[in-house]
């Protein structure tokens, strides 16, 4: 059994697979079934309590006394589907998932055997949830973690994902003033869609969050990849490894009155269970026997180019390591909003090619920032996902923590 953590994935054992969502209340669990645009081809592609079975795809109730799940039969999954999500809301009306901790459990559907968990972290205002997909890649089935959280319920992630939604009924118009002329009876059936006045005009509801953009989709086929927060790719060309070496530089321009500014670059190591396994900074220039180096601090920000750059050849990365991330602190304790000119960005050892970049100037008023992070797979692939989360603190020792939790 794998403990996911959010971006995670594994390789299907079962051609038929359920996966359970509970939790300390009632969960409502649905699953969509998606084609390589993202969207469901109709309305019909939407499993739920109300429509329960879908080419390939079923919905189970639990019936409140165990939880709701999902089951996709793989090799039923109609062509041009590429990926199924599964998503669940708190069934009160309005519950948020506050202190709610939900688990996704997958599980082979022929022998009940639990394949994988995950719990997603850090959940609070959210009223719905993509908690797991179900993809295709490179003809083989997957499951991964993802753990997106929605403020406007399961009708967000539905029209995210091109369902229709039914707005609530309108309230009945005013009586007008002047006499209207009846309209002329119908001479047969009437369609009441046609009969009934139209409703007033309903304003648009706000834009729900974006869910986390399926990192399968994103590749370094073409060369550089433009990423922005939440989007992953997977450092892979062609199905081979592409790179061996990923730097991480970082630059700034020095204070022109007051102190100078120390901004100071680390990577924080971590292993299958978020557990810190060292950290690589100004102070400690070499950790995991070599296989990530630190090339020193620099105390103003003087000179072109990167300031600081570490180094990290995924090659040599021990087994026992599957979690990187990158991170930038504002050692002085000026906040990034009063920083000239900071960024930081990821590069191809090899080839200098940059990979990712982030302007740190004008961001946030915090000292902390976590850039991005690198996570192993089961298939030994490393996939990157932008970050850009920030946080107070002036050193990487008081990101070890957020940044285990951000895995």
């Excluded at 639990?62 to 990926?83: C, N, Y």
């Excluded at 069934?91 to 082979?108: K, L, M």
Aim: charge should be negative.
């Amino acid at each position: 059994m794998t403990a996911m953590t959010p971006g995670s994935n594994i390789p299907l054992s079962a051609a038929r697979v359920a996966v359970d969502v509970s939790a300390p209340v009632r969960l409502d669990v649905s699953g969509l079934l998606l084609t390589a645009a993202g969207k469901v081809r109709s309305d019909d592609d939407f499993i739920f309590y109300n429509q329960p079975a879908g080419p390939g795809v079923t919905y189970r109730s639990g019936g409140g006394t165990t939880p709701d799940s999902i089951l996709v039969d793989t090799a039923a999954v109609p062509p041009g589907i590429e990926k199924i999500v599964v998503t669940a809301s708190p069934d009160a009306a309005g519950q948020t998932f506050q202190g709610i901790e939900p688990t996704a459990t997958v599980r082979n559907a022929d022998d009940n055997s639990v394949l994988a968990t995950f719990t997603p972290p850090r959940l609070g205002a959210e009223t719905a949830l993509v908690v797991i997909e179900v993809y295709l890649r490179n003809g083989a089935w997957k499951a991964r973690a993802v753990g997106q959280g929605y403020a406007d319920g399961l009708a967000g992630i539905a029209t995210d994902f091109g369902v229709s939604v039914e707005d609530e009924p309108a309230a009945p118009a005013p009586v007008p003033a002047a006499p209207v002329a009846p309209p002329m009876p119908p001479t047969g059936p009437v369609d009441p869609r046609i009969a009934a006045p139209p409703a007033p005009p309903v304003p648009p509801a706000p834009p729900a969050p974006a869910p986390v953009p399926d990192s399968g989709k994103i590749s370094l086929d073409k060369g550089r990849v433009s990423l922005q927060k939440n989007q992953t790719v997977s450092l892979v060309k062609g199905g081979r490894p592409l790179l061996s070496q990923v730097k991480m530089g970082l630059g700034w321009e020095p204070a022109f009155r007051g102190k100078d500014i120390d901004l100071d670059a680390s990577v924080i190591a971590y292993g299958p269970q978020r557990n810190h396994i060292d950290s690589c900074y100004f102070g400690k220039l070499s950790i995991l026997n070599g296989a990530i180096k630190h090339s020193g601090d620099n105390l103003t920000g003087e000179g072109a180019g990167d300031d600081e750059v570490i180094v990290v050849d995924l090659g040599r990365i021990p087994p026992e390591a599957t979690g990187l991330v990158f991170t930038v602190n504002s050692f002085t304790g000026q906040k990034f909003t009063q920083v000239a000119k900071a960024y930081c960005r990821l590069i191809d050892g090899a080839t200098g090619e940059e990979l990712v970049r982030f302007d740190l100037t004008g961001a946030e008023p915090q000292t902390g920032v976590m850039m991005a992070k690198l996570i192993k797979q089961f298939s030994g692939e490393w996939e990157m996902t932008a970050m850009g989360d920030f946080v107070k603190s002036r050193t990487v020792r008081g990101m070890v923590k957020p940044a285990a939790q951000a895995l």
